[in-house]
């Protein structure tokens, strides 16, 4: 019997340079930070890609007050079609060096480069191109009377999209002549410091971005400085409420894009096939590393079965391994804390009751992995229907009627995002009018694109980011 | 809903009651298949086309290519079906299918030569006892706008001048009718006179349009007995694409789950380059699974391809590219 083994077909590194260590971006330079460097390794290998400094509160208050010169010397006197022009530039910039940009965020993430290539760094470039678009048009998107920046925008963002994230905080608040102090997640600044570059590339006026490293306490930093008048954050929803908790009461504006418990639901007159691929891109796209991911399964009871073994035949083709592979299709998990939630959490939900499947595939010996996974006579109490587990596990519920459906979709405290499949067009629109989520998917799943808005009901947070949505919270109006 | 066909009753007994134990019904009538066929799970379009995109974006290199590209040049029905085909151009097909590169003896032989009806003689006596089969297209190629004694006996003389393979078309307009026991009876009354010759059912999919037609035209055809089924003639774009395939490979994987027996794949029509061919054998492999990369079980129809694999070949074996002026051919492109 013959295989088709497909030979190796690595991207090669050389495209990035990576220096051994990097310092904040504050001002447009590259500053030591005064805090203890920490060093970025890469998830799959645990191989270390560079040194990376921390950011104190004194750093950060250097890097806040440098934004807030830019905002009230340059940024904000700037026209609204000169700041497109900034923002145009990066956007080309970007798509110019987008292998690097890829590379590079596979090595820092772990995630696959057929994902990093084809949809981490395009969306990224996009979501510039998007918002450069709307700099000089800000009063006509019926965001209210007189729009105008707030000021300096403080902006933290996680590990699974890197850059993406990054894109989609920056782009519209320099499209709305706001200034930005970001911090990325502690083990995945890289793609974020090579966007600095990026910045200085495009001859950006000094200060207007500003990128701090660092982990929680740097965060903090940032909630907590005086000089900050708009945070926005991506995150847990643990964190979201700490933030929440810390500008109460302060003039501080937020917005905040938190977990999900997501259901993806397919009905019985569901195209199948393409159904079974939705299951599959909604939890192991970016090794379910995403928030708006489809974790919870919700199948009708009466092809419950054939739905299981078709997903379960499908996993079976699935290529787990080394995240620069082009057929790669799993990469490794981003750390070992967060591949030790996942244990915990799958060995709870064996726990509980539930059965655990998984493809049985190799891992490599090195890095953080774990096996494209599947739990099927989950219930709605076990804690893997509930906790966001954050990575590449399924757990499979049943339902008997839509009305069902709909109740145990809304049986969660997250609302970030649903899926709905069938071939009813009128069961869509019933559906996604009950499901309480920011995005409902139908007979699709994980699509993104920045005209579209984002964001969640409930505790996974508030605000919309992408689309003409998403330049709200970076502007105030009226008188 | 009844339907006339002027078959006789005998001929298709076996199918029709291989269909009526398979569809749980007393009689096998139109409406049965009708509730059979449009109770397969739909197709969504756009998921299936992004699938095959996605199938698109493997890439294979080094060892893996070479294989592929032998493999592919292996299951290639190498075709000529032209008005103006002589018996000196089907024998130069011939000679080509025996000695694809005169230049590389290793090089594998396609799977069968591919001639209107007429032709398979002198195509059996040029390939003898070589292995290459001689298939032969029947049943009023392309259009199938004939009597159904026109295309039976289109058929069998295509049988007696030795034909291995049968490739025929389905009747198009009584399929898009609705009118699936024609369609039916006609596969299984042809697949009757092929004696041991296996039947290769042509569901023309440019003209069926969408891919639930396509799924419900490949179980039809698997139900009334086809060995293989296959996209096209070759005569309408458009021809074996991508996300038909693999609708094609989904109905013959699911059939097997099914019926235990397993039915062929071959896109025809359209597939020119060795990056095309690999693309469809990924998709053979991570669809069907690796018991259909096997030139029994898949095919692909064509004319140009063998001579880009040819080329590719070279390339792997030289490590230089050589050009058209490299490959031999009895009927060369004038676009080398």
């Given at each position: 019997m013959p295989t088709f083994e497909y030979a190796p077909a690595p991207e090669s590194r050389a495209v990035v340079d990576l220096q051994s260590s990097y310092g904040l971006f504050i001002n447009g330079e590259f500053v030591d930070g005064s805090g203890t460097g920490f060093k970025s390794i890469s998830p799959a290998t645990e191989e270390v890609l560079a040194e990376v400094s921390e950011a104190t509160d004194a750093d950060v208050d250097a890097a806040v007050r440098a934004a807030r010169t830019a905002y009230t010397r340059v940024w904000s006197r700037m026209s609204g079609t000169d700041r497109g022009k900034y923002l145009y530039r990066i956007a080309r910039i970007l798509q110019e060096r987008a292998r690097e940009f890829a590379v590079l965020e596979s090595l820092d993430n772990g995630k696959p480069i057929k994902e990093s290539r084809d949809i981490d760094i395009p969306l990224a470039a996009a979501h510039f191109f998007y918002n450069a678009g709307w700099a000089d048009k800000l009063e006509y998107a019926s965001l209210g009377t007189n729009p105008r920046p707030h000021g300096v925008v403080g902006q933290i963002i996680p590990w699974n999209f890197p850059m993406l994230m990054l894109a989609w905080k920056i782009a519209p608040a320099l499209a709305t002549g706001n200034t930005v102090v970001l911090k990325p997640a502690e083990t995945t600044p890289l793609t974020a410091l090579l966007f600095a570059e990026v910045c200085q590339q495009a001859d950006l006026p000094p200060g207007v971005v500003n990128i701090v490293t660092g982990a929680g306490p740097t965060g903090q930093a940032i909630v907590d400085?005086?000089?900050?008048d708009k945070l926005a954050f991506t995150g847990s929803t643990g964190v979201g409420k700490m933030i929440a908790r810390a500008i109460s009461g302060t003039r501080k504006k937020a917005t905040l894009e938190l977990g999900g418990k997501a259901a993806n639901i397919v009905f019985d007159d569901a195209p199948i096939d393409q159904a079974v691929e939705g299951i599959v891109n909604g939890i192991f796209f970016n090794q379910g590393h995403v928030?708006?991911?489809?974790?919870?399964l919700l199948v009708q009871e009466s092809i419950a079965s054939e739905v299981e073994s078709r997903l379960k035949r499908r996993l079976g083709t699935l290529r787990v391994g080394d995240p620069l592979d082009k057929n790669t299709d799993v990469g490794a998990i981003n750390s070992r804390a967060q591949l030790d939630r996942i244990v915990a959490l799958t060995d709870a939900g064996e726990g509980e009751g539930a059965t655990r499947w998984d493809n049985g595939c190799e891992l490599p010996s090195k890095g953080f992995w774990f096996r494209p996974t599947v739990f099927t006579g989950v219930t709605q109490t076990h804690r893997i229907a509930q906790e966001e587990i954050f990575g590449p596990v399924l757990s499979v519920l049943t339902f008997r009627t839509p009305q069902e459906a709909v109740a145990k979709a809304n049986n969660t405290p997250y609302g970030l995002s649903a899926g709905i499949w069938t071939e009813k067009g009128s069961r869509i629109l019933w559906m996604a009018d009950q499901l309480k989520a920011g995005v409902v998917w139908a007979n699709t799943f994980n699509q993104f694109d920045p005209t579209s808005p984002f964001g969640g009901y409930k505790e996974s947070g508030y605000g919309r980011e992408g689309g003409r949505h998403g330049l709200e919270p970076y502007v105030k109006t009226g008188a | 809903m009844s339907t006339s066909t002027d078959l006789p009753v005998a001929a298709a007994t076996d199918a029709t009651a291989r269909a009526r134990d398979l569809l749980g019904v007393t009689r096998l009538t139109n409406q049965a298949l009708t509730r059979w066929l449009h109770g397969l799970p739909g197709v969504d379009q756009v998921g299936c086309e992004a699938r095959a995109a996605g199938l698109g974006t493997r890439s294979i290199k080094t060892t893996s290519k070479q294989w592929a590209i032998d493999l592919a040049i292996s299951m290639i029905d190498l075709t000529t079906l032209e008005g103006a085909d002589t018996k000196g151009r089907v024998r130069g097909l011939a000679a080509k299918a025996l000695l694809p590169d005169p230049s590389d003896l290793s090089t594998p032989r396609p799977a069968a030569v591919c001639v209107y009806g007429d032709m398979v003689e002198t195509a059996k006596a040029a390939l003898g006892d070589s292995g290459v089969k001689v298939a032969a297209v029947a049943t009023a190629f392309p259009s199938g706008r004939a009597s159904m004694a026109v295309k039976l006996a289109d058929t069998k003389d295509a049988v007696k001048a030795g034909a291995d393979e049968i490739d025929m078309v389905i009747d198009r307009g009584a399929f898009l009718s609705g009118d699936y026991l024609t369609v039916f009876n006609q596969i299984a009354a042809v697949k009757q006179v092929c004696g041991d010759a296996r039947l290769k059912v042509i569901m023309e999919t440019g003209e069926l349009v969408t891919y639930d037609n396509v799924r419900r035209a490949s179980w039809l055809s698997m139900l009334a007995g086809g060995d293989f089924i296959k996209t096209s003639t070759g005569k309408i774009q458009p021809a074996a694409t991508l996300p038909v395939t693999l609708i094609m490979l989904e109905a013959v994987r699911d059939w097997r789950d099914l019926t235990n027996r397993q039915v062929g794949v071959k896109p025809a029509g359209g597939i020119k380059t060795s990056k095309d061919a690999i693309k469809f054998l990924v998709t053979v492999s991570e669809i069907a699974g690796e018991d259909w990369l096997d030139n029994h079980w898949f095919r692909f129809g064509a004319s140009s391809l063998l001579n880009d694999l040819l080329l590719q070949r070279q390339r792997m074996s030289t490590g230089a590219y050589s050009g058209g002026s490299y490959i031999a051919d009895d009927s060369p492109s004038t676009a080398y």
């Open positions: 400085h005086a000089g900050i928030c708006c991911a489809g974790s919870r | -």
